[in-house]
């Protein structure tokens, strides 16, 4: 008897074990749908040109398109291949490429990073004395933001000298100011101590491992591609206009990567299977738990989008912020330069990973495709609307900046003038840190003129303060306060709290 009901047996499992697949197949379907629906109902929403969208679960890319536009009013697409920049999510990468040096033995992360890298100094001598190697990636050493040093193209030996003038915003490893300058540290050490530039080292050492062939650690190096994207920024009105692409040198290790859906897809199944390309490890194993083993507190207002998600807590690893989601933690970061932005997302126990490409100024619809991806794929859920949620919160918070900005202009004092004519003003000036700038007056017409070709144009708002209105439009607008010495010579402006003198 049992011998004629075995085949039954065996025949009903196979059965079984068939519409088990046929049913993971089509929610996989219904997930892909889903997502995909949601996507171009987001982008329309949020009026951005163009994105691309990759996800991967349990070692396999389960989703990837390219969505619109590289440029508005012109017609190639955005497509998977499309180069983008990765910007911040960069910084996980340089993490890697200094864990390989440590897993080398070649540095350590408790190595003291004067004592490597001599150039290296800090404005107190303690922080100069204690500040690590893991320090570099955890936004905790004291160090304030000081990113104008970049944007007005600084170089980074230069930037680094600099440093040491930088007074310290708050006592080492007592509180959380995100920056990029450690991270350009991160470069020269990597550089110093592998020989290799940093550039060499992340290509040669991580993209190349990966078959990542489309991807290079900074623009100019990727012009060789037929597509890149333009960058786009939303006006006032929600006008959205492409703006001029402006290639930020010197800061590849905190943010110069460029890449592409069909990439970036193979840096996040690395990142979800332990340091594996091809199946060979390029990270000791307590080396690959370290970049994930939270390192400093982060704040939760980071992100306005912790207002809604509410996580528990939030930290940061070595190039990830961390935070938990329903449960589960996550490990993310977004990467914003002028008029383009990234973000990725990992659940790392659920081997879930998504990469979002997008071409417009901070367009927060990267957070609610995250968690919309996670939601379809890891939580199996697809009741929350985080892009109409978001977007409302983001809207709410636009408006409540217009209206502060409205605020303080009615406080303008009218019928007012300047102590001197306008061509006292005129002249160069200079800061210890950021170096020179000049004022030029031009028919009556004062234009401030800073390195790397970022003027502004002054116009007279009361007394001795000027509006500044950016050339790149998308710089926005500021206030110049003039002071004059004790024999009414004008002596110096301040520009966003940064002190010019007169030379």
Known sequence: MRKIWMPV??????????????????????ESASFDAYIQQALTLWKTPGISVAVVKDGN????????????????????????????TTK???????????????????????EIYPAFKLYDNYSNAEVTVKDLFTHNAGLGNADWLWVIGTPVDTVIEKMRLLKPEYSMRSSFIYQNLMYVVAGEVIHKVSGKTYDEFIQERLFTPLGMLHTYPNYSLSVKEPSHITPHYMYKDSVVKPITFIEAKGIDAAGGV???????????????????????????????????TPSSFSTNDFYPTAKLTKPHWTTYGLGWFQEDYR?????????SLDGAVAICGLVNDEHFGVYIFGNLDHTEVRHALMYKAMDLWVFGDNKNDWSADFYKMYKGLRNDGEKEETDFEAKRVLNTKPSLELKAYAGKYSNEIYGDAEIVNNNDTLMLQFPNHINVQLNHWHYNTF??????????????TFSLNDEGEVASFNFSG??????
């Open 327 to 335: 449960g589960k933690m996550v490990n993310f970061h977004t990467g």
């Open 9 to 30: 047996v065996i025949a009903l499992l196979f059965f079984v074990q068939a519409e088990a697949q046929k049913k993971n197949a089509i929610a996989k379907l219904d």
């Open 498 to 503: 940064i002190e010019y003198s007169k030379k």
């Open 258 to 292: 460029w890449s592409c859906a069909d990439d970036i897809n193979k840096w996040m199944m690395f990142m979800l299977d332990s340091a594996k390309a091809n199946g060979k490890a390029l990270l000791k194993p307590e080396t690959y738990a370290g970049l994930f």
């Open 61 to 88: 890319v389960v989703f990837k398109k390219g969505y619109g536009v590289t440029e508005l009013g012109r017609p190639e697409a955005f497509t998977t291949s499309t180069l983008s920049i990765c910007a911040s």
């Open 467 to 480: 509006l500044g209105k950016f050339e790149y439009e998308w710089y926005g607008k500021t206030w110049i």
């Open 92 to 114: 996980a990468m340089t993490a890697v490429c200094m864990g390989m040096l440590v897993d080398e033995g070649k540095i350590r992360w408790t190595d003291k990073v004067s």
